[in-house]
């Protein structure tokens, strides 16, 4: 199937690894020019030449901290820079620290809201206007299964997340007649140093092993197994395609079952 990406302009945040390297990934090789950021200039180049020798694609990669005015300029310059105007933004983010409401101060919260809810508000910010005027633009925003069922112990995780959805829900029908997309894809648990990284810590705060923890969340997932980046990936180069131009609006779940809700 093509998708209509070729020579179309990406952004993807949070893509030195996981599942912003797997949206990076796809892109890459649908023949989109695609823009990389990370905190970390190292692991990022690591990534954007691992990108470059795999798909044969066009991958920039500038280090910025994205929960800062600084940071979301600067990506969004070098991509304008290199490639011309953002036809297609992926909001993605790391997660912030896991922990019962005791456990977080205020500055805690306020740092999740600048890691999840202001790099997104943003970075679209920043790009959007220039969609709208082009009459096609793509914003997909990275949440998780988090916003539809809290997960234990991710109260911050569960509250901001689910304020990305709420932004994310409203401005899509601001701009839908704009001939732009705005849609969110929610994570189950997949096999990512994220997850690897809450495993270790339900361990220490349970007092059991990893692999027990890791076996108890594939015991709540249908499928019985995690999921795999690259499957995460082949659904968020669909929806920001020009096959899924009918689609805004929404929040779609790739978590192997792992929600219970009837939608």
């Known amino acids: 199937m093509d998708l209509g990406l070729k020579h179309r ?3 993807v945040a949070a893509a030195s690894r996981g599942l912003g390297y797997a949206v990076a990934h796809e892109l ?10 990370a905190r970390s200039a190292e692991p990022l180049e690591a990534a954007r030449r691992e990108l470059v020798k795999a798909t044969n694609g066009d991958v920039r990669a500038i280090a910025a901290d994205l929960s800062t005015t600084a940071g979301i300029d600067a990506v969004a310059a070098e991509a304008e820079r290199a490639y011309g105007p953002v036809d297609i933004l992926v909001n993605n983010t790391g997660g912030p620290p896991s922990g019962p409401f005791e456990q977080h101060d205020w500055a805690a919260w306020q740092g999740a809201v600048d890691l999840l809810l202001r790099s997104s508000v943003e970075l679209t910010r920043r790009v959007l206007p220039g969609m709208r005027a082009r009459q096609w633009g793509r914003v997909l925003n990275v949440t998780s299964i988090a916003v539809k069922q809290p997960v234990d112990g991710l109260i911050l995780s569960n509250a901001i ?16 007649r704009d001939g732009v997309t705005v849609n969110s894809i929610m994570p189950g648990y997949t096999r990512t140093e994220r997850v690897e990284q ?22 709540q997932i249908p499928m019985r197994r ?32 792992w929600i219970r809700s009837l939608l």
Do not use: H, K, M, W
């Not at 995460?232 to 180069?237: I, P």
């Open 198 to 219: 809450l495993a270790r810590a339900t361990a220490a705060r349970d007092g059991v092993t990893e692999a027990e923890v890791l076996a108890r969340f594939e015991s």
């Open 226 to 257: 995690l999921g795999e980046p690259r499957e995460f990936g082949a659904l968020a180069a669909f929806l920001v395609s020009e096959r899924a131009s009918y689609i805004t609006a929404q929040s779609f779940a790739v978590d192997g079952g």
């Open 161 to 176: 997340r689910a304020a990305v959805t709420g932004f994310a829900r409203t401005l899509a029908n601001e701009v839908a």
């Open 9 to 11: 302009v990406a952004i």
């Open 28 to 37: 890459a090789a649908e023949g989109a020019r695609v823009v990389i950021c």
